[in-house]
């Protein structure tokens, strides 16, 4: 078995010198759920400027960034034996811009509030939801580039893809059961702190990854699914492949560097909470760095040149993020899992331990005085209340509800609410405020109302 297979047969043209990481990477760029990333929450509200990121503008910098990674891995250890088995910078793009796919609207909000909605009831088990395994259920199932096998992508790109390599039935404590809160007496609140999912994959794609999973021996297998369980938390898984863990340091690279970008330029961290939160001795390798290459620019005071240029004009700003994205990048390494046979498992790329520090200081001021604050808050709660309204009022006549093309899968399904899932997780956040205005606004609205 090849990892470079595909679950449906398929052959390209003689005439066509693409590899299956070309291919994968177009049909990655090509595809309907990519493009409507551009409609997803980042962080910060659509709408209400045209400066930062989005999760489509994120997931494309995951991508460069995570074959940057890979190429500096190949210059920075020649003769390692992980090396050998790099992706190349076709198959890593797509890994990397297929990461975010499976989120719903309105983030990790959204992300709880279809947990809820896909709780366990006494009728069905539904499954849950979590945004990772519906990434990988939108590349094996939802996309139309074959006839059963989704996006049908090669067996190498579906392991990259594959951040979690447990299902939610064996990741979940069934002690958090999603629930709401108690206290409101005229509100229906949910409990984030119980509906919050576990990281895994949705139980419905069981097969897509046992056949992700096929050419690892038996041990390999069992080893790479194994859980580290907590008291009172859903269980983690403990590994990834190669490919993955070079596309989710990328991604954390992205977050903390270019989150923190635009948050500062949009004037919501300021440089006193900066020194705060992220203190010269956080930013060490950092300082050093600079201090080697560039021993005049700065004199004595090397973190506060940092910090002028990082709350600057953005010219500096700029100049700073740029190098601030080097030094992650320059810092990754293999690391060895001795108990796997298969290379794509046995090795990973990680950070070194103080670039590591640093980088979790700029992502630790980011969530808490941006993801934390409440003016994000605000709209979290309020758009998760809007995907459990549009979701239950779907749910309880799905025929006259669902537009066509859904309503068909959900037929075809026999009425399973995976589907009606699938749907409301589709939906950009515009798309599901405007289903939620023209289910429950109280203008008349019209049939001519563009979705």
């Not at 010269?280 to 620019?297: H, I, N, Q, T, V």
């Not at 004595?300 to 601030?324: E, I, P, Q, T």
């Not at 808050?377 to 537009?403: N, T, Y």
């Not at 899932?421 to 429950?440: H, I, N, P, Q, W």
Request: hydrophobic fraction near 35%.
């Amino acid at each position: 078995m090849s990892w470079l297979e595909r679950r449906e047969g398929w052959q390209p043209q003689g005439e066509d010198a693409r590899d299956e990481g070309d291919i994968d990477y177009a049909r990655v760029i090509h595809s309907a759920s990519f493009r409507r990333l551009q409609g997803k929450t980042q962080i910060l509200n659509l709408g209400d400027s045209d400066f930062y990121r989005t999760r489509l503008t994120h997931s494309l910098e995951v991508a460069q960034i995570a074959g940057g990674i890979a190429k500096q891995l190949a210059k920075s250890f020649p003769n390692h034996p992980a090396t050998s088995v790099l992706p190349n910078r076709s198959l890593i793009h797509a890994v990397g811009c297929t990461h975010d796919l499976g989120h719903p609207p309105f983030g990790h909000g959204g992300e709880v509030a279809l947990n809820y909605c896909m709780r366990d009831s006494e009728a069905k088990i539904t499954g849950g939801f979590e945004g990772n395994g519906q990434t990988l259920r939108i590349l094996s199932r939802l996309e139309n580039f074959s006839r059963s096998a989704g996006a049908n992508l090669s067996r190498r790109s579906l392991l990259g893809v594959l951040k979690y390599p447990v299902p939610y039935s064996k990741a979940r404590n069934t002690a958090l059961v999603p629930s709401l809160i108690n206290g409101p007496s005229i509100l229906k609140l949910i409990d984030t702190e119980s509906s919050k999912p576990p990281k895994c994959y949705m139980d419905s794609e069981e097969d897509v990854v046992a056949w992700i999973l096929a050419p690892l021996t038996p041990t390999d297998r069992d080893n790479f699914q194994k859980l580290k369980t907590k008291a009172g938390k859903h269980s983690k898984a403990q590994h990834k492949s190669l490919d993955c863990s070079i596309m989710d340091a990328a991604d954390d690279i992205a977050y903390g560097v270019h989150d923190l970008e635009d948050a500062i330029a949009l004037k919501l961290i300021t440089e006193a909470q900066f020194r705060d939160s992220v203190s010269e001795e956080r930013c060490g390798s950092f300082l050093d760095a600079l201090k080697e290459k560039y021993p005049r620019e700065s004199a004595n005071d090397v973190y506060g040149k940092m910090v002028d240029a990082l709350f600057g004009d953005s010219g500096s700003r700029k100049h700073f993020v740029s190098r601030l994205v080097h030094h992650f990048v320059t810092a990754m390494e293999f690391i060895e899992h001795g108990q796997f046979t298969e290379p794509l498992i046995r090795y990973r790329a990680s950070m070194k331990a103080h670039q590591r520090g640093f980088l979790d200081a700029l992502k630790e001021i980011t969530i808490q005085n941006v993801i934390k604050s409440p003016g994000v808050q605000h709209l979290e709660f309020k758009g998760q209340g809007m995907v459990v309204a549009v979701f239950e009022a779907i749910q309880s006549d799905p025929a006259r509800l669902l537009p066509p093309d859904a309503l068909a899968r959900f037929e075809k399904s026999s009425g399973d609410l995976r589907t009606v899932c699938d749907f409301v997780a589709g939906m950009t956040d515009s798309y599901l405020l405007k289903t939620y205005e023209r289910l429950f606004a109280p203008r008349m609205g019209s049939v001519f109302d563009k979705l």
